[in-house]
């Protein structure tokens, strides 16, 4: 196995230095993920803008979480499934949606169900969607707006899942109680 460093805002390469010192101040530490990241300065900064975008996609709060959760899922990420866990709880999605998520399974709210179906297929079928397939999600109450912001989304959370498959990203402290595994789930 290829072993990646770790590396945190003191022996980063230069170019990485100030984006994981933002993370620290933003997250209150350098997740290992970062720190992997950060042996490619463009892909640390390349990731960290998609997820401050994603985070201002017009997508509601609950729905972004499942959108996180669903394609580190699909993608088999253990380390994504464990942090987007943690930090869905934190922000108080219920956590039967979490585990359900976690599990590969249908969810019992609607708005969230179609979210999750929409953003399944979209990773599993690699972007080529039936019509049927964003009808429902639009009938949900969703817009196109929404559809390609889980567009972005899956490109911000492809960018992560891969980097961990690769690096075998060790997972933080933070997030070890949310552990997963992908026989964990239905899929």
């Known amino acids: ?8 805002e003191g022996d980063a390469p230069e170019a990485a230095r100030p984006i994981l010192e933002a993370a620290k101040k933003r997250m209150g530490f350098v997740t290992t993920l970062n720190g992997v ?8 900064a390349g990731y ?14 609950p729905a972004k979480h499942v959108v996180w959760i669903t394609i580190s899922v699909e993608n088999g990420c253990e380390y994504c499934v464990a942090a987007h866990s943690t930090l869905a709880l934190r922000a108080r999605v219920p956590a ?18 179609a979210a999750r179906h929409l953003t399944q ?14 009808e429902a999600f639009l009938a949900a109450g969703y817009t196109r707006r929404h559809v390609l912001d889980i567009v972005l989304g899956v ?12 690096a075998h990203t ?6 070890q109680d949310q552990e997963w595994t992908r026989e964990q789930t239905a899929l």
């Open 1 to 8: 196995m290829t072993h990646f460093h770790v590396y945190d």
């Open 37 to 44: 990241m950060a042996e490619s300065p463009e892909l640390l």
């Open 48 to 61: 960290n803008a998609l997820a401050e975008q994603f985070g201002k996609s017009s997508l509601p709060g």
């Open 96 to 113: 039967e949606v979490v585990e359900d998520l976690r599990a590969g399974k249908p969810l019992q709210d609607a708005a969230l169900e």
């Open 121 to 134: 297929t979209m990773v599993a079928q690699r972007g080529w969607l039936d019509d049927a397939d964003v």
């Open 155 to 166: 490109g911000m959370k492809t960018l992560s899942n891969y980097t961990n498959h690769i």
């Open 170 to 175: 060790p997972l933080d402290p933070a997030w």
